[in-house]
């Protein structure tokens, strides 16, 4: 279909706009999360805080209760990502979409493919739930080390808020890519977001490529202090 030189600047502008748009999603995924893992950290502190002992029968008592928050929490940031996630999808498709409309410019509803879509959901689900299980593996072995090396349950809550996750860190070597669960959780959501979002504008690039060829594609970077 023929397009206009001043439909293709049209579209230049409003492509542009739409990148601008799009770089603040990692960040904007990351709202709410904070929130669920406060409140998985609140749960975790009640749990020993009012433990009814401190010794090894009652340390299987806490573990038992903080495997069914750290189930419970998988679910809420597998719920989360997911929805997180088909907004990223959908992000990436407008940047598309959203020139081709401002400039009047004729795009068939043509269907793209979902199967990009299902993986990113599927591979963020399992990333989030290894957080919840590793989480609850790391705080069941400081309260098992804080009862044998006759610690308070204070000294204990305490050293649960730097709890490192990553194999490196379980293993005693140096120190940990990621420190914290929190930072972990960052850095999933804003590698997951990101990608999906590029997928979902990929996907929607080569169905508008096959009407419109001439019409140039862009590369869409996260422009913060992280890119290179």
Do not use: C
């Not at 904007?28 to 406060?38: F, P, Q, S, T, Y």
């Not at 591979?123 to 308070?152: E, F, M, Y």
């Not at 204990?156 to 929190?182: C, L, N, P, W, Y």
């Amino acid at each position: 279909m023929p397009v206009s030189t001043e439909q293709k600047l049209r579209f230049q502008r409003a492509f542009e706009a739409a990148i601008k748009k799009v770089s603040s999603v990692p960040e904007i995924a990351m709202n709410g999360v904070w929130n669920i893992l406060k409140d998985y950290r609140t749960q975790i502190i009640d749990i020993i805080a009012n433990s009814q002992g401190w010794d090894a029968y009652w340390a299987t008592q806490m573990k038992d209760a903080i495997d069914r928050a750290s189930a419970n929490l998988a679910r809420v940031l597998k719920n989360d990502v997911s929805e997180k996630i088909d907004k990223a999808w959908d992000q990436g498709r407008n940047v598309v979409l959203e020139p081709f409309q401002q400039s009047e410019i004729m795009l068939p509803n043509i269907g793209i493919s979902l199967e990009d879509l299902s993986l990113s959901k599927d591979l963020a689900a399992d990333l989030v739930t290894d957080i919840s299980r590793q989480s609850a593996k790391n705080i069941s072995r400081q309260i098992q080390l804080g009862i044998l090396g006759g610690k308070t349950q204070t000294d204990v809550i305490k050293q649960f808020g730097r709890i490192v996750i990553s194999d490196e860190a379980r293993q005693g070597k140096a120190r940990s890519i990621f420190k914290t669960v929190v930072e972990r959780a960052n850095v999933i959501y804003r590698t997951e977001t990101m990608r999906t979002l590029n997928a979902g504008h990929y996907a929607q690039s080569l169905s508008a490529a096959e009407e419109y060829p001439e019409l140039r594609k862009f590369w869409m970077a996260n422009n913060d202090a992280r890119s290179r």
